[in-house]
């Protein structure tokens, strides 16, 4: 429950941002003003004694979350993926969070299966190991199912780990309240927003059904995908705090000692990881937004193997388009097509001037081009798009902020693969078979197709919505404005579909 019972939690959190050394780091990195400055460090200096010490060989903000435990630590990796608040530099130390905790009990987990399940553990599996792995949310256990012997990945939510993350966020949204209200200019960076962004996270990854279900449609979008695979998820062993996965084996992606050991391709393999980061980008809209080496494999038979599916990214169809005219763009080095991109969506007010916007966007990309090959970097491209952008007045868009974020791991993972390797290259072929698929000819046939299903589906309450119109109109009583749009865009594509004029029909209507 919200309430000022919290400031001792907060006391607590500021003890231990002193005594790490964290604080000062924290507080330039959102370019904290004077009264919040000052009102950090009431909370923190005098009790410094009360902090927590933590790790001293962890830079300090990852010293600082890691003592302070669990909710603190996830916190920190939802924010290393927003740099539009906290910075470059920020962002980039919080990624080194190692999301490793003392496990529970094997008793505690069995006892926490069966509840969820309602069946004895032992009727289940016929082996069930001490934790292979334990984070801040959950740990997983290697099991042997009773009934065919096989070998599967038991995920288990930590005890009680829901009332704990839920006093946190409770302390994070009084943190949030206090700062706005001593630091008015703040809130442009929207502390409230981000704690719910980061509630929203959190609350989804504490129902394990939620992302068995993304796993499932991640599978379903990728099954087709060569030298790609995911393990299976086990519906009939899952349930809300357990989720039950096949067991993947395989090479850890960054030990590349024992890659070359097996026997695998890291040049191929680096190209691979890229190209599937971009496919499921643009053509799903569903991405792993997590695919650091920790949460990739490499099979036995060459092919990449994804894990850990708590966050995942979703871009909306149109957004993407926009996303992959842009990269299309600086691939051809079209500068002023890039800069049109970013007015027809919206993304740039209109009173801007798009040339002006075109020689900004020149000054990104020419130094980049410029680079040796193996320096390209389609995330750092990404990062001076955003800062240049920011200055023509764009909006920060969280979905575009969590894939640079991604990109830029991804690109990471695959550098280290193959330090060689040229980006423009890798991803050109995958931006260009998305363009002539999704903006082309074909692509607008499919779009009008589309619009007639919904035509068919809205049309036959076409006569009723209209007879309330005219009957409303006669009396006098305003239309409900949903209603009136709905019939306005209708009638208007009905006519263009037909061939008459839609100024017309709109003229009609109105």
Do not use: C
């Not at 991109?341 to 798009?354: L, S």
């Not at 991804?410 to 903006?439: F, H, T």
């Not at 036959?460 to 865009?489: D, F």
Request: no cysteine.
């Amino acid at each position: 429950m919200r309430g000022p019972h919290n400031i001792l939690r907060l006391i607590r959190t500021g003890a231990t941002l002193e005594r790490t050394g964290a604080m000062g780091v924290v507080l330039d990195a959102f370019d904290a003003p004077k009264p919040l400055r000052l009102a950090a460090r009431l909370l923190g200096w005098p009790f410094k004694w009360l902090g927590y010490y933590g790790d001293p060989n962890m830079p300090p903000a990852p010293r600082a979350l890691t003592a302070l435990g669990p909710a603190y630590i996830k916190f920190g990796q939802v924010l290393s993926t927003r740099p539009d608040v906290v910075g470059d530099e920020m962002a980039t130390q919080l990624r080194v969070l190692q999301d490793k905790l003392p496990p529970f009990s094997v008793s505690e987990a069995k006892r926490m299966v069966e509840s969820e399940l309602g069946i004895a553990v032992d009727s289940l599996f016929a082996e069930f190991s001490e934790p292979v792995a334990a984070a801040s949310i959950a740990q997983v256990h290697k099991a042997k199912l009773a009934q065919g012997g096989e070998i599967v990945a038991v995920k288990v939510l930590r005890p009680n780990v829901e009332r704990d993350f839920r006093k946190d966020i409770d302390a994070f949204y009084l943190a949030a309240s206090m700062i706005e209200l001593l630091s008015p200019s703040s809130r442009r960076l929207r502390p409230m927003d981000v704690i719910t962004h980061f509630e929203g996270v959190v609350m989804g990854e504490l129902d394990l059904r939620l992302e068995s279900a993304a796993a499932s449609e991640f599978a379903a979008n990728t099954s087709n995908d060569p030298g790609f695979q995911l393990p299976e998820v086990k519906w009939e062993l899952s349930g809300r705090r357990v989720m039950t996965l096949g067991w993947a084996e395989g090479v850890p992606l960054g030990d590349n000692d024992a890659l070359d050991a097996a026997g695998h391709d890291r040049v191929a393999l680096s190209e691979r990881v890229l190209q599937l980061f971009l496919q499921h980008a643009l053509r799903d809209g569903f991405f792993h937004a997590d695919m650091h080496q920790g949460n990739l494999k490499v099979a036995p038979n060459g092919d990449i193997i994804a894990l850990d599916f708590g966050i995942m990214g979703h871009i909306d169809e149109y957004t993407r388009r926009v996303y992959a005219e842009i990269l299309y763009g600086f691939i051809r080095r079209d500068y002023k097509r890039v800069a049109e991109v970013h007015f027809e969506a919206g993304y740039v007010p209109n009173n801007r001037d798009v040339d002006e916007f075109a020689r900004a966007l020149r000054a990104v990309g020419e130094p980049i081009f410029g680079m040796d090959a193996t320096r390209i970097s389609m995330g750092r491209l990404l990062s001076y798009l955003f800062e240049v952008t920011e200055r023509f007045g764009m909006e920060t868009r969280t979905e575009l902020i969590l894939l640079q974020r991604t990109m830029v791991v991804v690109e990471g993972v695959a550098r280290s693969l193959d330090p060689k390797m040229n980006i423009w290259n890798v991803a050109k072929p995958i931006v260009e078979d998305y363009i002539k698929k999704s903006i082309g000819p074909l692509a607008f046939g499919k779009d009008l197709g589309k619009t007639a299903l919904v035509l068919a589906r809205f049309g036959p309450r076409l006569p009723g919505l209209m007879e309330q119109l005219l009957i409303a109109q006669a009396q006098g009583t305003p239309e409900p404005r949903s209603n009136t749009l709905k019939i306005a865009v209708v009638w208007a594509t009905l006519g263009a579909v037909a061939g008459g004029g839609i100024v017309a029909a709109i003229e009609a209507f109105l």
